[in-house]
């Protein structure tokens, strides 16, 4: 059997499913605090554990430093940002504006099926908080937040949240790591609340309520 070269646009091709596999499992990782806040990383080491050239590794690396989630130095040095209490409170604002608004548009949409459903991924952020899981607790608490910021059917404001969350990830589980707090997410059954009342004012406070005090319960 004749092997036939590949086309340059399949080659094309290859190269692009490949970065943007590694930016996704990468944009994850950071997203869910997987990676710790100031850790360094190496295109080297990039493409060895995702068994991808350098190409692929640099142009993931490019987009997740466009979008605040990784730091590049001039000298090429790849870190996670390790976010200062003044630059937690600038997006811990950002989140207070953005996130009730979104929850209040998805409030018409949010029936019994939603509300059950939440309330499920709820539970699961308590066992996590039980067993002290810092990074099981941060994605399932961002998997509460966009299961319900879905139902808004505002893709744009939800990708704004979703970049502010990838700055958040790393400082956010090396914050809880060290707190272990146990009552972050009491703020979730006032949002479930909100929800199961059809209260809009009281939902926007709700979720204006978790996004800032539970930030400032991990910085205290």
Do not use: C
């Not at 690396?61 to 590049?72: D, F, K, Q």
């Not at 003044?86 to 504006?97: M, W």
């Amino acid at each position: 059997m004749v092997t036939l070269p590949r086309t340059a646009g399949e080659i094309g091709s290859a190269t692009g499913s490949a970065h943007e596999q590694v930016y996704r499992s990468l944009r994850s990782r950071i997203m869910h605090g997987e990676i710790d806040p100031g850790e360094a990383l190496t295109l080297r080491g990039i493409g060895k554990e995702f068994g991808v050239s350098m190409t692929p590794a640099r142009e993931s690396v490019r987009r997740l430093a466009a979008e605040g989630a990784l730091t590049m130095s001039s000298s090429g040095r790849i870190t996670a940002p390790d976010l200062s209490a003044d630059r937690i409170e600038e997006l811990a604002a950002l989140r207070a504006l953005l996130e009730p608004e979104l929850a209040a548009r998805a409030l018409p949409r949010a029936h019994l099926a939603l509300i059950d459903r939440l309330r499920a991924i709820n539970a699961r952020v308590s066992e996590f908080v039980a067993k002290q899981d810092a990074v099981g607790y941060l994605r399932t608490n961002l998997e509460f937040h966009r299961t319900l910021y879905l139902r808004a059917q505002a893709p744009a404001m939800l990708a704004m949240v979703e970049t502010v969350w990838l700055q958040l990830g790393p400082t956010m589980r090396a914050l809880y790591a060290r707190r272990n707090r146990t009552d972050l997410q009491k703020h979730h059954r006032m949002i479930l609340a909100a929800l199961a009342a059809g209260d809009e004012p009281a939902l926007r406070l709700a979720v204006r309520t978790d996004v800032t005090q539970g930030l400032k319960m991990l910085v205290a």
